[in-house]
């Protein structure tokens, strides 16, 4: 049907470009127009809570008040002392050493929210589970990702990543991937005519069913998914609610199952509850890692960089310690924000110990256009950053004040004729350092940092022994309108070993002499 | 065969034989005279022993300083005093260039007040950093502690990141061995104004000399 169309149907011959076109190949067979991809985390509520700091040590999580508290997860040392979900908490602290964690729901709703957000740069059509998980619509994205498994892949790794352990499953509609992804399949299904043999050997847990529901179902002798849709469909119907038929119609892809968006948020904000307090930097640095990942996966999804990281602690006695980390250039590779975080908290000293730890910022700003590759090669032992980055690298560890550039005003008193300012990224010709010494005039390279007072037995100044003084002397008045008004005369002073030193006598206020610079 | 002969084939090596790179110009042709390289050994560790203050030691480098400010940044690790900018301009140093480094900036004007550990560390840190980095053209620090274990991290950082490092020291340390390449000890000239510095190692030669500079017409 393709060539007909390339024949011209006039009898003007066809250019020769034209005519070399080769037929178009035939469409190959169709697969599912949306396929999607669910993400299922197991004991979600336990995963948030040791998120942030992974140990070896058993932990359950319960539910029920006062005496009739029950076992709802353990994570898997609990699991070996023999502990299960529906165990009495008077045996859990018979079996052994576990520890007891309570279930904050606000923190649930937050870690899916940064999931989602996470999950973002997979796909933009993405919608959370119910709390247990979330589901993306991928068909859109496998050309970006090169195939379905290096899309899984990375999925897989960026989990391990923000410090979750989740299942995997893809089918072409989002309750068959959640059934699939609950059932810890991991399967693939890509067409609507596979279903039915992926689904039905799958138990009905994984349909999330009230447990009134999956009593009675129990009861009649259903265990699987299957043996359901064997049962006569109206009877079916009537005995449960008919939601339950659309949900199996839904699950088999025989009615359209309709989700609702996530939607980005305009800022980040993360905060990751600790499971127990910590009182040392070091056991920080796996929750700061989680919360970097979480950041960077967002100004992905932006194509944004930021240049401030808002961190905050939140500390036992109710106070919350804050802390900017500046970046220098705007970024957003992990490897930068990470190093800058672990240098700025390596010298932190913790007042109390922390609870849970915040990270925010404020405003990102566009990508900016790459840097064209330098024309000369670098020495390739050398640090690979730029000297903007080297000094918020050196920021970050030493601390703000701990490094200044320095500038010249036109001043007469020495002391304020150098200024301490903020290092700047590059040496622009700025106007405070245009300022130029007069010809004749004798300066030292260094000045102390406040005057010396010196002896002076008899009118004679003396530093390590008896001084010299030059013949010249120099009289520096000035500074009446700021209230410190000097009146000095300068001698450059030698002294027996040959040191040669930068004096004054104060003419103003108790005429002392003081040592004020050296001449290096 | 005899030692003559073997010179002569060329197969023994003579330290003051061996052609050497051209280092950075003094500034000062006697001192230049006097380097193998002719000139300071770029780039290297050098470390400048003095226990006196006031002969020189600073302006002794600001002419290589200048020159290496035009196109790279200087970094100055724990300096023991402030620098007065004018004056560092009159030498040619361009200010917008210079980075003064302080873990402790210490609040005395005492110079010889002891600084805490983890501040000189850091500092050392930051002097090994500033070593390493392609954009530093020269770094100067002003600290005692050092282990030849540490001097020989400074060495190798001075020619990985292509660095002109300097080191001053209380003259007590030239008894100990050091693997900086240059070592030089100043002291004042006794009977006439300026500065004695007597070169104890560098690379290239295997006696010590000394050489008179008088730098009062210089500031």
Redesign the interface.
Known sequence: MYSELTRPRSSTPMPAALRALPAPAPLAAPHASRLWLALELPQFPLQVALRGDPSPRACVMAAGDGTRQQVLFANTPAIRLGIRPGLPLGAVHALGDVRMLPRDLLAEQRALEQLCLWAYQFSPLLSPVAGTGLVLEIQGSLKLFKGLDTLLQQMRRGLRDLGYRGYLAVAPNPAAATALARARQQGVVTINEALPSALNELPIDVLALSPAKAQDLYNIGVRTLGECTRLPREGLGRRFAPQFLRELDQLYGRQPDLRLYFELPKSFNSRLELPWEIKHTPALQVAMMRLLHELTAYLRVHAATTRQLHWRLHQADGTSKRQVLGLGTPSREFARLSLLTRERFH?EILHAPVRAIELTVESIEPEPAPHEPDLFT??A???PE??PQ??A??RA???P????????VSEHR?EH??H?RE??AS????AD?K???AKGL???????????PLRAPEGKPEWGGALTLSAERERIQSGWWAKESVTRDYFVA?DA?????WIYKDLGGERGWYLH???? | MSLDELVRRAQVWRADQAPLARGLTTGFPALDALLPAQGWPYPALIEVLTD????????LWLPALAELSRAQ?LIWVA????????????HGL??????????L???????QRPRVR?SIE?NL??FE?AL????CGASLTWCEALDSRALRRLQLACE???TLGVIFRPARFAAIASPAVLRLLLS???HA?GLDIQIFKCRGSLRAQTCHLDLSAY?
């Not at chain 1, 004040?401 to 010249?408: D, G, Q, Y």
């Open positions: 010298r670098r020495p032992t050398a640090l730029d000297w080297f000094v690298r050196l560890r030493l601390g004040r701990a490094l200044h550039r320095l500038a010249s020495p004729a150098t301490w290092p700047l040496p622009r010709a700025t350092c300022s130029k010494l004798i300066r030292p390279l260094w000045l102390t940092r406040r005057p010396i030698t070993r040959g040191q040669r030193w610079g050296i001449f290096e | 006196c203050e006031g002969i020189g030691a600073l302006s940044w300096p023991p005093h402030l620098p007065y900018v004018p004056a560092l301009q009159r361009d200010p917008a260039r210079l980075l003064i480094v302080d873990a900036p210490a609040e005395e004007a005492l110079p983890e850091a840190w930051a950093q390493r980095c392609v954009d990985a990141g292509v004042p000239a006794v104004t500031s």
